[in-house]
Each structure stands twice: as C-alpha cells, then as structure tokens.
C-alpha cells in the first residue's frame, strides 16, 4: 500500500512569512509523528498524536510552531514568521499505535529553506 | 538524560570489506531499539527492530544484534548500494536518534 507523503518536497520562503507543511500517514495509522533534521544534525523529535488524545508537544522549539490534525489523518505542520534557523528538512512518520514498541514509517520530507 | 551515540561518524570500506557499526545508549530500561537507513534527499527507511537483550535480525548483508547497553550493526560483504547513512534509535514513544553512521563503499 501507499506509504507516509509529505508535501511540498520543496519550499524555499523569505524570512518572516509562514509556511504550512503537510503530512499523509499511512492508511488506518493512528500515530503520526514530526520530525526536524537540521544540516549535520541528528533528528529531533517536534511533536506526535495518537488518535483523539492531546499531542505531545515537548520537542516544539518554539510557540512559532504548531500542528494540527484533522480527522485523526492528515496532519499540517505551521511555521509562523520564520527564521534562518528554522530552515531544515522535516520529515513525518506514522505508526499503526503509538508506543515503545511500535515501528515508524517515514515520508520522504519536506526541505524548507528561509532566505 | 536518555542518550543514543553512534560510531564511528563515517565509514569508507572497499567492496566485500566487512565492518560493524555502533550505537550505544544510556537509557532508562530496555525498549524498542531501531535501525534505520536514509539515503541522501530520503526519508529514513525502516531496518530491523531488537527489543531484548542478546536478540538478532537479519536482512541481506545486514545483521543487528543487541546487548543491554549497545547495539551492532554488522555488514558482510558489502556492495556500492550499501552506502547510506544508518540511524538507530531508541524508542520512549518518539524516537530518540543518534547523529548516524555515513557509509561509503567502494568498488
């Protein structure tokens, strides 16, 4: 079946502006995950749901970013008045549960370059 | 804090030279510890999961095994198409990554 698609595969914006970046899990997936891999650096956990629980947003650098998901599928991932720093590649993942031991399946992410 | 450390940070081995990975963590109790492959301009690419000690998988020229502290990865025989950068992570809900091994073979 179809995997985790993730869109723009590419978006490059100036500083200041916002940007919606979008996430289709797996099909019957009720975890879905974000992730930032920055130039270098290793992934680091953004935020995750799990069906109609409150999603845990520990990993959100910022409150310039937020995520929603709407209809326990399609997730968007929102950058208000980005910056330099923010530019990196953001990848999703989904998992049939959310848990320890449940395996990730990730997107191909999205590139997201701030000039 | 928990924490997932990989070694060495890149790898170059001729075709055919076997080698092994590395990934060390210092977490609190033992859960899923994953290995992923990622491809320039991918997404990581799900390997194996080890959720005891002392268990082993295998895929190709790919094993993974894993103790109570680290986990290997070990390539036999390795082909071109091996180079990637191989993650593992340690799983408490998300996961936790480590930085990643850059693999680079050589015909």
């Known amino acids: 079946g179809a995997g985790v698609s993730q869109s723009p595969s590419n978006k490059v914006t100036e500083k200041g502006k916002d940007v919606e970046l979008r996430c289709d899990p797996i099909?019957?997936?009720?975890?879905l995950y974000w992730y930032r891999q920055s130039l270098g650096q290793g992934l680091e956990f953004l935020i995750y749901?799990?069906?109609?629980?409150?999603?845990?947003k520990s990993g959100l650098p910022s409150d310039r970013f937020s995520a929603e998901r709407t209809g326990g599928s399609v997730s968007t991932l929102t950058i208000q008045r980005t910056q330099q720093e923010d530019s990196a590649v953001y990848l999703c993942?989904?998992?049939?549960?959310?848990?320890?031991?449940?395996?990730?399946?990730f997107g191909p992410g999205t590139r997201l370059l701030v000039l | 804090e928990d924490q997932v450390t990989q070694s060495p940070e890149a790898l170059r081995l001729q075709e055919g030279e076997s080698s092994s990975l590395n990934c060390s963590y210092t977490v609190s109790g033992l859960r899923g510890l994953f290995w992923y492959r990622q491809d320039p301009g991918k997404g990581p690419e799900f390997l194996f999961t080890l959720y005891s000690a002392g268990e082993e998988k295998e895929k190709e020229r790919l094993k993974a095994t894993l103790t109570k502290k680290e986990s290997f990865l070990h390539i036999t025989a390795p082909k071109p198409e091996d180079s990637a950068t191989y993650l593992c992570a340690y799983n408490t809900d998300k996961l936790i990554f480590g930085t990643g091994t850059r693999l680079q073979v050589f015909p």
């Open positions: 993942a989904s998992s049939a549960l959310a848990g320890e031991w449940e395996t990730q399946y």
């Open positions: 099909s019957g997936h009720t975890a």
């Open positions: 749901f799990q069906g109609n629980s409150a999603p845990d």
